[in-house]
């Protein structure tokens, strides 16, 4: 019963420091850190005449995290005018999702379906499906979302296979940008950028060291570094206040679970 | 704003994660029934996403538009899983998961080497700077940690024991990681509670109260 | 004399694989000629007695495997499996355009590099046949509760009616976008399914963990040794330097020159950037050589496991 009721103050405590931060927001400044300036600077040297993708493969579970990076990513690309296309590989609302995210923020800069980009929609198989994307995009992907053939829309004219791809930028929550590291950077040598959930981050610093990956957006983290970057604080900035106190809660629990643990061992072990 | 995000789509929003929420209380019927219509949600719209943007332009529209007739052979390949379900015919169902499998290991060698050979080159690098120094020390000492071949002798011992500090450190930050990224994903619920939700509810007591009163 | 047998069996394999190799070359002209497209598509005769002759010969083929011994349908399938890897194995290896392996320069490149997307296309499309697998298992299972009315029958009902739900108005809406029902447009009663149920089910699913994540952290996370010590040193210090709030306490620090470096931000980054980068990578060896013993285990079938146990 004691237990039961821990439990329950904990998520109280924590429910009550998150909601309570959203509802008086406190200003913070975010300072970058260096995957997510490393990607940015990237974004910034892309060429406008070839593709960038966005693949989006996640899924509504971790739209708390992807979906920012998701918005802070392409308002980048359409700040800069760069051709976007989004895919999804694993999971099949993941285009869904960017897409709709992509509808409501390209227009902010006066780019239009079609013209300025493309949603290709959900593709199965895996890592099958992207070596043969490498040496023929429009054979592989066909149609967009609104069952347009691929050679019909305008900013896929000229782009055949993908020396014609100037980034593929991987939003994930799940272990697939190995896939493009082997079968991209690894044959091509395209540049993959990664933008994936914080657990998924620590794992994926060896890419970014060798240079497999040229930077990478940790969590809701990362998408306020970016915002901060392209200078448009939106959901990931929002986010931080609430983070921060959330992490101060668990470190608090953290050090009282240990302080009563110690207590307890000191007590059992009088005579 | 997505159209549908009005009022009633915004109750209907909060009640289902009121739903899924209530399991944090204690394990209740409405829990479990939300708990399967999501998954009823989550199959359905697996299903006709995969027909609607795999199979409808990729192999409909091929074979039967354009007059690819070979494509037949893919359905006629993927209709060999579901021989699985009958068990005279299962063995089918393995020979074209097999090819799958097969396709999928042979691509798995090839990313062995293209994903490999960049990490090892970058290990190697020059002991110039404190930062490099760790980060050769600390491959080798977590690496000779796994090396379970050999018994551990002093040296080996000492430098797995060293391995296991340092993969103490990589370990606290996955932790640290994985917290931030769980509070990130209750961040964006509360939010939808605070700025959504909680406008719809005061104007549905503002309604009650004027018609009440 | 186990691996003699192996030996002999994948020289078998490959002999195969030469053989029909060899065919496909000789006759390629007449193989091109007779696999192209037919103009009238569904409207022409020859299409459906291509499609007719199609299901014959498969059916054909399959019933006449069939009726082999078990043993030689085992083969048969180690053979597809080994012989579907050894094109990617071979499309990678052999010598592309202006490359060289040993002596020997291929005049018009590897062969097997431009049906590398055509293969990706095949397993894109059989992929997304066997999706509906999940689909037919999940419906046996519920299906079965609701028939004999088991406890909890209601929420398989439940687990029908969405799933008929979302698959309908998906479909509907994606190919009579225009269509109504009950008043409104079929694609609003999918955007009330899709964005305020499956999006808000699905989110709140995943944001349940970070309460369990709190409450597992109070209780398991016992500072018992140093090296426990030095783990939530390490996850205190990354989780703090990767909010605001923890940039704002050592903020009045400056951002260069020695005592930046206990800034808790820089701590963190190089926790992140350096140990734990080397870490992980030590790790990412042995989960890349594991996979790449999985892979060839896979690809030469010597895999052991429920579903390749599996009795024929």
């Known amino acids: 019963m004691g237990d039961y009721r821990t439990r329950r103050l904990i998520w109280v405590l924590l429910a009550a420091a998150v909601m309570g931060v959203l509802i008086y927001p406190v200003r913070m ?45 392409l308002r980048h690309a359409f700040q800069r005018g760069l051709p976007v296309a ?22 902010e800069y006066g780019r239009k379906y079609g013209r300025d980009w493309v949603n290709w929609g959900y593709r199965t198989g895996g890592s099958q499906m992207v070596a043969g994307l490498a040496r023929d995009i429009p054979g592989t992907i066909r149609q967009d979302v609104n069952k347009t053939p691929v050679d019909k829309i305008p900013v896929m004219r000229g782009v055949n296979n993908i020396k014609d791809v100037s980034m593929i930028i991987e939003i994930t929550p799940s272990l697939t940008v190995p896939i493009f590291i082997r079968y991209l950077y690894g044959v091509y040598r395209t540049p993959i950028g990664y933008a994936c959930t914080g657990v ?3 794992e994926a610093f060896p890419y970014l060291d060798s240079g497999q990956l040229v930077g990478m957006l940790k969590g809701l983290t990362g998408a306020a570094e970016y915002e901060t970057l392209i200078g448009h604080p939106a959901k990931g900035m929002a986010g931080m206040g609430p983070q921060s106190f959330a992490h101060l809660v668990v470190i608090a629990i953290i050090l009282l679970g240990n302080i009563l643990y110690l207590r307890e061992r000191a007590r059992s072990r009088r005579p | 704003m997505t159209p549908t995000h009005d009022a009633i789509g915004i109750w209907l929003a909060a009640v289902c994660t009121i739903a899924i929420y209530s399991i944090l209380y204690r394990e209740n019927v409405l829990f479990r029934l939300f708990e399967h219509i999501l998954i009823g949600l989550a199959t359905g719209y697996g299903a006709y996403i995969v027909v609607t943007q795999v199979l409808h332009p990729l192999w409909y529209t091929p074979t039967f538009e354009e007059g690819r007739w070979y494509d037949i052979f893919a359905l006629l390949t993927g209709a060999l899983f579901y021989t699985i379900f009958s068990r005279r015919l299962a063995w089918m169902s393995r020979f074209a998961m097999g090819v799958l499998m097969g396709l999928g290991a042979g691509l798995g060698i090839v990313g062995f080497i293209t994903e490999l050979a960049p990490q090892l080159q970058a290990s190697f690098k020059p002991l110039n700077t404190i930062n490099n120094v760790m980060v050769l020390v600390t491959v080798l000492t977590v690496m000779s940690y796994f090396f379970f071949s050999r018994e551990h002798g002093r040296g080996l011992a000492a430098s797995s024991r060293l391995g296991r500090w ?48 | 004399m186990a691996w003699r047998k192996a030996l002999v069996l994948y020289a078998i394999y490959l002999a195969v694989a030469l053989a029909a190799g060899g065919f496909l070359i000789i006759f390629s002209s007449p193989l091109l000629r007779f696999f192209q497209p037919i103009k009238g598509a569904a409207g022409d005769y020859r299409f459906w007695l291509a499609i007719a002759g199609s299901v014959v010969f498969w059916v054909g083929l399959f019933a006449l495997m069939h009726r082999l011994p078990n043993p030689l349908k085992r083969r048969i399938i180690t053979g597809a499996t080994f012989l579907a890897g050894l094109y990617y194995v071979l499309e990678y290896y052999l010598p592309g355009h202006n490359q060289v392996l040993f002596f020997w320069r291929p005049a018009h490149g590897n062969p097997f590099t431009p049906l590398k997307q055509s293969v990706g296309y095949a397993t894109m499309v059989v992929a997304g046949f066997s999706f509906f697998l999940a689909a037919i298992n999940l419906s046996l299972v519920h299906a079965r509760n609701l028939l004999r009315l088991r406890s909890g029958w209601y929420n398989s009902l439940a687990f029908f009616l969405a799933f008929i739900a979302m698959a309908l108005f998906g479909l509907w809406s994606s190919y009579a976008p225009t269509a109504r029902f009950g008043g409104l447009a079929v694609s609003r009663w999918h955007g009330y399914l899709f964005q305020e149920m499956y999006v808000p089910l699905n989110a709140t699913m995943f944001s349940v963990l970070a309460f369990y994540i709190a409450t597992a952290a109070f209780r398991a996370f016992r500072v018992r040794t140093a090296e426990a010590g030095f783990m939530m040193t390490a996850a205190f210090v990354v989780m ?19 005592l930046s470096a ?51």
């Open chain 2, 166 to 213: 340092l993969l103490m450190v990589g370990f606290g930050a996955i932790f640290g990681n994985t917290v931030m990224a769980r509070m990130s994903l209750f961040i964006d619920r509360a939010n939808f509670f605070i700025n959504d939700w909680a406008p719809q509810v005061k104007h549905l007591a503002l309604w009650l109260w004027a018609h009440l009163t």
């Open chain 3, 240 to 258: 703090l330097g990767q909010v605001p709030v923890g940039m704002w306490l050592t903020s009045s620090l400056p951002l260069h020159g020695p």
């Open chain 3, 262 to 312: 206990l800034r808790v931000e820089v701590m963190a980054n190089w926790l992140l950037g350096v140990i734990n980068l080397a870490a992980m990578r030590a790790v990412l060896f042995g989960v890349l050589v594991g996979y790449l013993a999985m892979s060839l285990r896979i690809w030469l079938s010597l895999e052991r496991g429920a579903f390749f146990e599996q009795e024929l």
């Open chain 1, 86 to 107: 989004i895919f999804g590989l694993n999971y099949a609302a993941g285009p869904m999702l960017a897409g709709d995210i992509a509808a409501q923020v390209a227009p």
């Open chain 1, 200 to 202: 998924m981050a620590p």
């Open chain 1, 29 to 73: 400044r975010m300072l970058v850190s260096p995957p997510a300036y490393q990607l940015y600077r990237a974004v910034e040297a892309l060429p406008k005449n070839k593709l960038l993708i966005v693949s989006c493969s996640w899924e509504a579970g971790t739209k708390g995290e992807n979906a920012p990076q998701t918005e802070a990513i």
